[in-house]
Every structure is written in C-alpha cells, then in structure tokens.
T-cell receptor, first 116, second 111 residues
C-alpha cells in the first residue's frame, strides 16, 4: 500500500524557536496533503489542507502565520511551527491523498513535538 | 450536531466479538471509515464503506451502516490481543471533501 513518512518522529525544542516537520509520500504523488493535530486522548483536529503548488487552506482558529505549510512538490509537504510555545506541544500527523476523487487518505506515523 | 460521536472505551474478553458504535453527522457523507491507531503511531485505515452500502465484511471485520439513523458500527470477530488500540470512526463530508474524525474508542482486551 501507499506509504507516507514523517520526519522527525519526535522533536524537543525550546520556547521561542521554530521547528519544521516534513511529510513525504514515498510511492505515490500526493495532489493534496492534510495536517492534523492530536491532543492526548483526543480526536484528530484538521489544521489545514494543502494542494501542491498553491497556498494552504487553514481551518478556522488555526493561525496561518504560526503554522506555516508548504507543499512545494507532489511528494513533500512541510509544517513549520514558528515561535513555538509549550501549548504547541502535541502530536502532529500528516496525511496524503493521491487524487481529488480518491476515497483514501494515507496517514504518516506522526511527529511528537514537545516545547520546553 | 457537528461531532462524530463514539464511546470512549470498550473492554472485551479475548476471543469474544467487539462492537464499536459511532454516530456521524452528515447524511450526505459519501464514505465512512474505521481507522486503527496503536500507541504512538499514526492511523491505519482498517476498512471503509460507501454510503450506498449497508454492510461490508472483510475477514474478521464487519461494518454496518444505518443511513437513516446515521449510525455506523464495527464488529471485530474473535478479538485478539493485537486488536488492542484506539479505533476512530470518520466520515467524508460531501460538501467540502474533508474527513472528520470521532474522538476514538479505546479497545481493551481482557485475558
């Protein structure tokens, strides 16, 4: 099946710094990628949807200047958490969809971010 | 409502059947999904059902869909210790193509 990877799998950073998380589709081209955030024992909250070559569409309440999303190629999307604060600590999961009519999203293994 | 609802916890004896229930929000949702998440890992698609079906069986998994009540269930036959995980119900909204997740049901297997 299709594989989506994320890097790093976990990261610890100091408050005020920025951290970049990569999401790659390894064996297919992803026209659309999604970024989710998951709090402990909570559901996945969709943060934004990104289509290759265009600006990401952010969900209501998600600060686009804080969570910078770039989808520069059909196999790579990045999420940069800028000026991170402890409340940004969370599990970030990306997913990728092969085409606009595909029923399935393939999920990455997630990145655990801890801001100290 | 706007939330996909599912019970948060289910405890089942090994070898018994597990039934996880879910109520979704949009009667026009095209696809309904069950995902499995093991500790510290991402989501694995277990199975899905298209909205014009009312049942789908895949080995030990049986999905039942009641569109009238917007109710989805997942039955796992002969539950094994490896089935211990969080199971997320999700729907694909027709209006904007998003996939919306429930809070997940934590399945605990008793020996």
């Amino acid at each position: 099946g299709a594989v989506v990877s994320q890097h790093p799998s976990w990261v610890i950073c100091k408050s005020g710094t920025s951290v970049k998380i990569e999401c790659r589709s390894l064996d297919f081209q992803a026209t659309t990628m999604f970024w989710y955030r998951q709090f402990p024992k909570q559901s996945l909250m969709l943060m934004a949807t990104s289509n290759e070559g265009s600006k990401a569409t952010y969900e209501q309440g998600v600060e686009k200047d804080k969570f910078l999303i770039n989808h520069a190629s059909l196999t790579l999307s990045t999420l940069t958490v800028t000026s991170a604060h402890p409340e940004d600590s969370s599990f970030y999961i990306c997913s990728a969809r092969e085409g606009p009519y595909s029923y399935e999203q393939y999920f990455g293994p997630g990145t655990r971010l801890t801001v100290t | 409502g706007e939330d996909v609802e599912q019970s948060l916890f289910l405890s089942v004896r090994e070898g018994d059947s597990s039934v996880i229930n879910c109520t979704y929000t949009d009667s026009s949702s095209t696809y309904l999904y069950w995902y499995k998440q093991e500790p510290g890992a991402g989501l694995q698609l277990l199975t899905y059902i298209f909205s014009n079906m009312d049942m789908k069986q895949d080995q030990r998994l049986t999905v039942l869909l009641n569109k009238k009540d917007k109710h989805l269930s997942l039955r796992i036959a002969d539950t094994q210790t490896g089935d211990s995980a969080i199971y997320f119900c999700a729907e694909k909204w027709n209006r904007d193509d998003k996939i919306i997740f429930g809070k997940g049901t934590r399945l605990h297997i008793l020996p």
